[in-house]
């Protein structure tokens, strides 16, 4: 592989330069290798160290309640949840918005050492305020990863298999449910630690993971896509040619390079002025598909799993030490949902498979609320219908994070999923956390099933919208679903002395 220049700009004209570049048709082409599997570890986790977190919320609740320092009520877990979701919010705003400008792994070291230092800190906590800023900061740090890391995994992922691995990273989640899980079962059990310690020792295992993860980000190269956006295409080249190279040294021979080399102009940034117009004038019906998507399946996790201890320890009179029991089945149906539906979104397609899984979340949703509030379910069957439920709500969730991070153009690929992230997240990640508190404060069941009726409702709305309006992007190139703001027409002429091509030999 070779890098053959035909002129070079000026210094001052660099942002007119035209390249030509076949990096995003080399990268689709790649067999699966080692390089994909330790992309998918050091960069997926990300979703694992949401879902301790999350657990972790829900799983030491009653330890909250019961600490001397915090003395937290139902409301109190209900608004933590909220502070958590408001900073995943904000983090992802801000992040993502620099993700696009400086680059995925600047970033992706930048938000992960924000997290381990706010989960490290939530563990000394000492009242209410210093818990809610330190989780406000942690959901932060992991609305940050986010943007920076599912747009790095689209980047590098073969198209043909984007929608299973996107699926598959995102239902780690419940690993790190599951961890949490034991880890307060563990820890809060008196005959160990108990809970005053335990909760705060709870807090530390994802600081510790993170210290862990940080070491093995320490060998990803940047995206080569967004290097090639962001008039550095020779250090793309670099990256894809060494990245080639390890088949070549294999014996393992790459398909042919298929469609035509895009035509970019360089450019350094993406004014927020062209962001906005790309996202709600050009894209203005994927922007209603991925919100309502996003928005949805935001209210219906964590409105049902932040508040989900709650109700077992309310309702069922669960004691708050054997919580982490009830969610290791929860976290198993949860992560066995986008493994085992994961590769239909590439076979059977996107739009079948989104609006059906969102569909039948919202009727078993229906369903199982109605038999909790006939009191005609205990405390086993009940957690056996949140297991079913989510086997099909994981893939669901899954897939809009999927949605919004492939319908839109590489330029704005991080901000895009931040801020429909922040707009769906906002509105049914705080919102549902809170209601569904208040909720179960009140001690009936029926208002609690309203509360399912009303994320049940959302799911079946957005099943609708994505069967109407969603985008067929299975198997295809991240530039075939949406054009780069940068790619020049066919028909337009090269600048005289002001180009360069990056070709292989």
Known sequence: MTTKALGEPAASSANERLYQTDIPARLDRLPWSRFHTLLVFALGITWLLDGLEVTLAGSVSGALKDSPALHMSNTDIGLAGAVYIAGAVLGALFFGWLTDRLGRRKLFFITLFLYIGATAATAFSWNLGSFLLFRFLTGAGIGGEYTAINSTIQEFTPARFRGWVDLTINGTFWIGAALGAVGSIVLLDPAWVGSELGWRLCFGIGAALGLVIMLMRLWLPESPRWLMIHNQPEEAERIVADIERHYHERGIALPPIEGKPLR????????????????????????????????????????????????LTDFYDVPSQ???????????????????????????????????????????LTLSGYLFQQELIDVTQQTIAWMVIFFFASAAASSAYLTVAETFPLEIRALAIAVFYAFGTGLGGMIGPTLFGALIETGSRTNVLYGYL?????????????????????????????RPLSQAHDDEPEPLGRSAQLSTQ
């Open 264 to 311: 970019l102009h360089a450019r350094d940034h993406t004014p927020l002025k062209e962001v906005f117009h790309s996202l709600f004038v050009v894209h203005r019906r994927r922007a209603v598909v991925g919100m309502t998507l996003l928005t949805a399946q935001a209210f219906f996790y964590n409105a049902i799993f932040f508040t989900y201890a709650l109700v």
């Open 322 to 364: 054997h919580i982490g029991w009830y969610i290791l089945p929860f976290a198993l149906g949860n992560f066995c949902g986008p493994l085992l539906l994961g590769r239909l979104f590439d076979v059977v397609g996107r739009k079948i498979m989104i609006s059906a899984t969102y569909f039948i979340s919202g009727v078993l």
């Open 454 to 482: 009303i994320g049940a409702g959302l799911m079946i709305i957005a099943g609708l919208v994505q069967a109407l309006w969603g985008v067929a992007s299975e198997r295809k190139s991240l530039e075939h679903v949406a």
